[in-house]
């Protein structure tokens, strides 16, 4: 066992903390979590219980004061993240923050600022990153595997339209009622697909997008879809989402990528029960086929979830542990530049939708949507 593990904090001890965090902290030998806080007792309690944690504060100031801390995991409702996030680099310690990083750019270049002048970790929870299919359509369109790519798109729901007159459920209430939220559907997803366009196709130059609240008494957009266009190649994305369609809690999550060479489609299973996506390629075989459609076989026998290999790549870059065990590749981890990025471009729809003009980043203007005055 060794010595020096690392010694973890978790802030927000809700629906993410307990699929991803504290489990996976709890289980490697590398961590150990010293404290965890939230408001709510009732999920304090839970999670004591059950990763046996001797701290427990319903402050997170207390935990982001406490000098036994080495580093955080952020799980706290997106307002929140960025004055913890400041307040842990101050404090010296290295934090692995939710999704969205901030619900503004102001907040997150306060938390760049404070994350250089403390010289800490700051790793953004975008998993997705980490799932060993979408590593490997990275690594397939570094060797051009399907040529040039010039469509790529992504089609995403979870039906919540039987919560929409439910909002007393926790885990639903502040994300579908909550104005400091800063943002609603898209904000709470839109971060995870940017962030891997981003890394598959390079920085973003232009972001439109159509928006809507289908259920009016949330506070916030349920419905979107997003054209991005890129800075060094000439692949257009398409990102649809939605939290308003009729259908499973479950949803669905399917994508294409769209080359001269070939197609990847990719499948995701409901993301929280830890199963491998399924990822075809479409290509021609020979000059007289239409095409041929192959399973691609990533690797699958040692398939690990997303959240664990995040979390371990997480312990890994604090512990300094480069050549033994980091599973992933220490320059395709998730910065806090990566966490500004995407949160850009949902800013950058956002605005798109309030002018109904197309965006050309880096955003330099932006008003945040007041739906109340929105009718459409
Ligand atoms: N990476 C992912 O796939 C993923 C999945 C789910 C949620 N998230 C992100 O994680 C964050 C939390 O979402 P969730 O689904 O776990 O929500 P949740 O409501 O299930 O849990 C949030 C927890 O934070 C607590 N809390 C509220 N205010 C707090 C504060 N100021 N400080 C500390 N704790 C506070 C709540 O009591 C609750 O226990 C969100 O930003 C969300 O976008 C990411």
New binding site residues.
């Given amino acids: 066992m060794p010595n020096n593990k690392l010694k973890v904090g978790v802030?927000?001890?809700?629906?993410?903390?307990?699929?991803?965090h504290l489990p996976v902290y709890h289980k490697s030998p590398l961590s150990e979590i010293v404290a965890v806080?939230?408001?709510?007792e009732s999920?304090l309690k839970q999670a004591q219980e059950q990763y046996n944690i001797s701290k427990i504060y319903t402050?997170?100031d207390e935990l982001l004061d406490d000098p036994n801390i080495e580093a955080v995991s952020?799980?706290?409702?997106?307002?929140?993240?960025a004055e913890?996030a400041i307040r842990a680099a101050e404090n010296g310690k290295h934090i692995l923050c939710?999704?969205?990083i901030a619900t503004n750019l102001e907040d997150v270049d306060k938390m760049i600022a404070a994350v250089e002048r403390n010289a800490v970790i700051f790793q953004t929870?975008?998993?997705?990153r980490f799932d060993l299919g979408f590593q490997y359509i990275k690594e397939k369109i570094e060797e051009n595997d399907i040529g040039n790519i010039f469509h790529a798109s992504v089609d995403w729901y979870h039906s919540m339209s039987d919560f929409a007159q439910d909002t007393k459920r926790?885990?639903v209430?502040?994300?579908l009622t909550n104005e400091r939220c800063g943002g609603g559907d898209l904000?709470?997803h839109g971060?995870?697909y940017f962030d891997l366009f981003r890394w598959w196709f390079g920085d973003v130059k232009t972001v439109s997008a159509q928006i809507r609240r289908v259920y009016k008494n949330r506070a916030n957009e349920d419905h979107s879809t997003v054209l991005l266009s890129f800075k060094d190649c000439e692949t257009i994305a398409v990102f649809q989402r939605s939290e308003a369609v009729l259908g499973d809690f479950t949803g669905e999550e399917q994508g294409k990528i769209h080359g001269t060479k070939g197609t990847y489609i990719f499948d995701v299973p409901y993301?929280?029960l830890f199963k491998p996506l399924t990822l075809k390629k479409r290509y021609k075989k020979s000059k007289i086929s239409k095409f041929s459609e192959i399973e691609l076989k990533f690797p699958k026998d040692n398939w690990k979830p997303p959240?664990t290999r995040e979390i371990h790549s997480f312990i890994n870059q604090v512990l300094e542990r480069k050549n033994d065990v980091v599973e992933f590749p220490i320059e395709y981890i998730p910065t806090i530049y990566d966490g500004k990025a995407a949160l850009e471009i949902v800013l950058a729809a956002y605005e798109s939708y309030r002018t109904q003009s197309t965006i050309h980043l880096p955003l330099k203007h932006y008003t945040p949507l007041e739906w109340k005055t929105i009718n459409n």
């Avoid at 806080?37 to 709510?40: I, K, R, T």
């Avoid at 929870?125 to 997705?128: D, L, V």
Wanted: charged letters at 20%; aromatic letters at 8%; a negative charge.
């Fill in positions: 802030i927000g001890c809700g629906t993410v903390a307990n699929m991803g806080s939230d408001p709510l999920h402050n997170s952020i799980c706290s409702p997106h307002w929140a993240h913890q939710e999704k969205p929870a975008t998993q997705k926790d885990v209430k502040w994300r904000l709470d971060p995870h993301e929280y959240y």
